[in-house]
């Protein structure tokens, strides 16, 4: 099984870039985070022939810009938006939780976007983790986190949870900026219950050029 973490940065560079990255990735489950209007992503999710789940409309309040897409035999069982505590108002943060299953199967993920404030990163994370103990079974957890490896926010899910690259990375990991990228600021997370198998980011024009990160590309397996 292959999943994508993938901050798309509103689509700016168009949804035909995007898409055209998707297509050669070709994951069965896709989070992003800066997803974006919702035709915008609603075009997206047809384009590259997947289901998206995302926040709800909530008219009086600003959105959480992350969406979890699954490719079939996968579909989404059930999803919901929790926006953390305390969130800076005018640009909230949360995470979206989404139920995923196949026949015999069934997974637990969630795309959460960080802030740039590390005490704030941190005090959702741990919010985050205290949510994820209520989840049966295998969870991963991905997006973009806005700080490197070992800061306080990415230390605290690592010490929980397998950071992919620490597991099967090629290279530095790098995600950003995409043209030349020099930080690993997007991660997968899993849970013991999921064997990671390869983790890389794509290299091709289109990654380079159809938003300010690159996706972070996981192969695993579930195990039974």
Same mark, same amino acid.
């Given at each position: 099984m292959r999943?994508?973490?993938?901050?798309?940065?509103?689509?700016?560079?168009? #949804?035909?870039?995007?898409?055209?990255?998707a297509d050669e990735?070709?994951?069965d489950? @896709?989070?992003?985070?800066?997803s974006?209007?919702?035709?915008?992503?609603?075009?997206?999710?047809r384009?590259?022939?997947m +289901?998206?789940?995302?926040?709800?409309?909530?008219p009086?309040r $600003?959105r #959480?810009?992350?969406a979890?897409?699954?490719r079939?035999?996968?579909?989404?069982v059930?999803h919901r938006l929790?926006?953390?505590?305390?969130?800076?108002?005018?640009?909230?943060?949360?995470?979206l939780?989404?139920?995923?299953?196949r026949?015999?199967?069934?997974?637990?993920v969630?795309?959460?976007h960080l802030?740039?404030?590390? #005490?704030?990163r941190?005090?959702? #994370?741990?919010?985050? *983790?205290d949510?994820?103990?209520? @989840?049966?079974?295998?969870v991963l957890?991905?997006?973009?986190?806005?700080?490197?490896?070992?800061k306080?926010?990415?230390?605290?899910?690592? +010490? $929980?949870?397998w +950071?992919a690259?620490?597991?099967a990375?090629?290279?530095?990991g790098?995600?950003?900026p995409?043209a030349?990228? *020099?930080?690993?600021?997007d991660?997968?997370?899993?849970?013991?219950q999921?064997?990671? $198998?390869a983790?890389?980011?794509?290299?091709s024009?289109?990654a380079?050029?159809?938003?300010?990160? $690159?996706p972070v590309?996981?192969? @695993?397996?579930?195990e039974?």
């Amino acid at each position: 099984m292959r999943v994508v973490v993938y901050n798309v940065r509103g689509f700016r560079a168009g #949804v035909d870039r995007v898409a055209e990255v998707a297509d050669e990735l070709r994951p069965d489950i @896709l989070l992003l985070q800066e997803s974006g209007g919702r035709r915008a992503l609603k075009r997206f999710a047809r384009e590259v022939r997947m +289901d998206a789940a995302a926040d709800p409309r909530t008219p009086l309040r $600003r959105r #959480v810009k992350i969406a979890v897409l699954v490719r079939s035999p996968w579909r989404i069982v059930s999803h919901r938006l929790h926006r953390f505590e305390r969130s800076r108002p005018f640009y909230p943060r949360g995470a979206l939780i989404a139920q995923v299953g196949r026949a015999g199967r069934r997974l637990w993920v969630v795309s959460i976007h960080l802030g740039l404030a590390p #005490v704030e990163r941190r005090r959702h #994370v741990e919010e985050l *983790t205290d949510l994820a103990r209520g @989840l049966a079974g295998p969870v991963l957890i991905g997006g973009d986190l806005n700080e490197l490896p070992g800061k306080r926010a990415a230390a605290w899910l690592a +010490d $929980r949870y397998w +950071d992919a690259w620490d597991k099967a990375g090629e290279g530095d990991g790098a995600t950003f900026p995409a043209a030349d990228p *020099t930080a690993r600021i997007d991660f997968l997370f899993a849970s013991e219950q999921v064997s990671v $198998r390869a983790a890389s980011t794509a290299n091709s024009g289109a990654a380079r050029t159809a938003s300010d990160h $690159r996706p972070v590309v996981v192969d @695993l397996s579930i195990e039974d």
